[in-house]
């Protein structure tokens, strides 16, 4: 809402909903690809973690 109104009071009406549109379908098309590497990332951490919980004192 912050992005919206910012582009609001600079540009105008038409360009802040323009933006959110194409904000909108950058989301639908990246959509796959990040939550590859949001997976990856919480996989990388979780095994690490369970590493060193493992490792003898």
Known sequence: MGVFALINWLVGFGAAIAFLIVLGIAGIVFHKKLMKGI???YLDSKYKMINAFS???
Do not use: L, V
């Open 55 to 57: 490792q003898d004192s």
């Open 39 to 41: 997976t990856k990332k």
